[in-house]
């Protein structure tokens, strides 16, 4: 390793190649996965912060957003369920609201309970839950700023062709889709949400009660309950991800952009790693004439790989953090995980030490009596 380190750094234009190469393809996968997990988390973010244990949705729905209404008597039909503690109604619509300066723009109803406050906002920049109670009143989240106009506490809008007024500013509630959240009362969500109708729903949601196992649950919902489907949280926050990723296109995007930069880091880290070995052919030849062996000489190779994949690695992660900062300052969801960071740590590593075996063949039969040549 400490032959690996004066070899690398000795000549700081060819340590520059290989890390630009390595720093280009991890800091592109890091990109490329941490706006795809963000745009995922976004996908199923009112699924993950409702404080339900199962989702009754229309059948064959196949993601949160685009549900098909489902009757209202589901709901009491879920509650006289044993081992459901408690269920709530929830609309999920689309309408449009008027912009600030003139114009519309589509938004995403989300109607709930403002006693429970399940299904709604989880956290309030200004406002509360249950300001929504009693009237047209609305709550829009801070992400909504950009395409709606500086929303104020108290101002009035247009919604369907009624008009509102904003009670509060939410947190986190960042859409997936193009249209934003606005929350407000169920029963308003239910006039002014296209496509519900009166006496229909989007979900119904239920929390199991203690002593009861969700799985237990929902077979008795299905068993009592029919022309609707039944999914725990968990599997109908997957549902919707995977409709978003492998059915509309989005994750093949994605996927075969790191696949791209994978292969193009695979190439420069190996041309770089393949040149430095032939530029020293003959100082490893050296090595190996002072009674150095084969594996002593591959240990320097992949030691110099090593260092490139963790060297890259390590400024491809400080790039990446600086671009969660910055995207999020333009309105872009990058998300950094630490199962990501040990990923990419890996597939930096795996990239350089892959790209070392192009050099080993060069060295493979190597003989010192290139020494004496010339």
Same mark, same amino acid.
């Given at each position: ?12 234009a060819k340590a520059l190649v290989t890390l630009l190469g390595v720093v280009f393809a991890v800091s592109l996968m890091f990109t490329q ?219 093949? *995007?994605?996927? $075969?952009?790191?696949? @791209? /930069?994978?292969? &193009?880091?695979? #190439?420069? +880290? ?37 260092? *490139?994949?963790? $060297?890259?690695?390590? @400024? /491809?992660?400080? &790039?990446?953090? #600086?671009? +969660? ?40 039969? $190597?003989?010192?009596? @290139?020494?004496?040549?010339?």
């Amino acid at each position: 390793m400490y032959i690996a380190l004066r070899m690398f750094f000795y000549d700081k234009a060819k340590a520059l190649v290989t890390l630009l190469g390595v720093v280009f393809a991890v800091s592109l996968m890091f990109t490329q996965i941490g706006i795809w997990i963000g745009m995922m988390e976004s996908s199923s973010i009112i699924i993950d912060h409702t404080p339900a244990d199962i989702w009754l949705t229309s059948k064959n729905s196949r993601n949160f957003d685009f549900s098909q209404s489902i009757p209202e008597y589901i709901y009491y039909q879920a509650l006289s369920v044993p081992g459901v503690k408690w269920a709530e109604k929830l609309i999920v619509a689309w309408g449009l609201i008027t912009e600030k300066e003139g114009g519309t723009e589509s938004i995403e109803i989300i109607g709930y309970n403002p006693d429970t406050g399940v299904g709604g906002p989880w956290k309030m920049k200004e406002g509360a839950t249950q300001d929504v109670k009693n009237g047209y009143f609305v709550i829009v989240d801070q992400s909504a700023m950009k395409k709606l106009g500086n929303v104020k506490v108290g101002e009035y809008r247009d919604i369907v062709s009624r008009r509102v007024q904003v009670r509060g500013i939410s947190e986190g509630a960042r859409a997936f889709t193009t249209a934003p959240f606005v929350f407000m009362a169920y029963d308003v969500a239910q006039q002014l949400g296209q496509l519900i109708g009166p006496d229909k729903t989007a979900f119904v949601v239920a929390k199991v009660a203690p002593g009861y196992s969700v799985r237990d649950v929902i077979q008795h919902l299905k068993e009592k309950i029919h022309g609707v489907d039944v999914y725990s949280s968990e599997e109908f926050s997957r549902k919707t991800r995977f409709y978003w990723t492998f059915e509309t296109g989005i994750g093949s *995007s994605f996927l $075969l952009t790191i696949v @791209i /930069s994978f292969l &193009i880091g695979m #190439l420069i +880290v190996g041309q770089t790693l393949y040149n430095s070995t032939s530029e020293y052919i003959k100082e490893y030849g050296t090595l190996m004439a002072l009674g150095a062996s084969n594996l002593d000489v591959y240990k320097i190779v992949f030691s110099l790989a090593i260092i *490139s994949g963790v $060297l890259g690695f390590a @400024i /491809s992660l400080a &790039i990446t953090a #600086l671009l +969660v900062k910055a995207l999020a300052n333009i309105g872009m969801v990058m998300v950094m995980k630490p199962w990501v960071n040990f990923f990419m740590l890996g597939v930096a590593l795996f990239m350089c030490i892959s790209s070392a075996f192009v050099s080993i063949n060069k060295i493979k039969h $190597l003989d010192p009596y @290139i020494l004496f040549m010339g």
